[in-house]
């Protein structure tokens, strides 16, 4: 256990990835207060590369701005001798990414009920991330980047959560990224975002479109030994809808989610809000 910021006290790591640590831990305050909270700790390796900073002190920016049920919450962001952590909200459950898991090792696939509720709350996360504003009022422009199963958390009330702003774009980001970087998952990439041309919300459109295909048929979308096959797979789209491999998917869903999944972004919702609202 240790005690960071003179507040916060980590319990035990939950997550790792690239940049950071997650935590579960505790915030502590006088009178005996506590509150269960999720503590995102920077690696000490890269705690000194001035982009890698900047990245996270924008992800914590930006999504301290985002306040919405469908989005995981950033509450605080703190420096110390240990070096920089975010604070965020603790969810108790899941990620979606574990329940597919889960699912495939017993060789089944989720509900649809449970699917297209995910679904429906990942998508109005997105969409108020998408619409956020500056102190103006002008569009931030924000796209996710990132939008996966590992990035959606399922808490014990039921509501999917989307987490994770580390890669996003905005149009008022501190940081610039490296030139030729791929940022996020490549499997749930379109084809805009690999090709390096500029992506908007309907990036992130297409993401939640890999994850329904997913849901439904119970596999990868795409899947590749090779780096360079899948980028191609996906340059190519899809080889079957997802009612051609699972009958008892609903035609009007199959064409909902092949129409998120379309090649050229102006063929596909140009809202995570007009994806709901089909889906619903």
Known sequence: ???LGGRYETLKPI??????????????GVGGFERLVAVKVMHAHIASDPEFVAMFLDEARLAARIRHPNVVASLDVQMDEEGLFLIMEFVD???LRALQQSAQSKREKLPLNVVLRVMLDTLAGLHEAHELTDDEGEGLQLVHRDVSPANIL????????????GVARA??????????????KIPYMPPEQLLGDRVDRRCDVYAAGA?????????????SDSEGRLVQMILQGPEHTPRQL???????????????LANEPSKRYATAAAFAEALE
């Open 154 to 165: 399922i808490g014990m009330d039921g509501v999917g959560r989307i987490t994770d702003f």
């Open 171 to 184: 149009e008022s980001r501190l940081s610039s990224t490296r030139g030729g970087q791929l940022k996020g």
């Open 1 to 3: 256990m240790k005690l």
């Open 15 to 28: 997550a790792s990835g690239g940049m950071a640590t997650v935590h579960l831990g505790r915030a502590v």
């Open 93 to 95: 459950g899941p990620s």
């Open 246 to 260: 699972v009958p008892e998917v609903p035609e009007a869903l199959d064409r909902v989610c092949m129409n998120a």
């Open 211 to 223: 994850m329904l295909w997913e849901l439904m048929v119970g596999k990868r979308l795409y899947r």
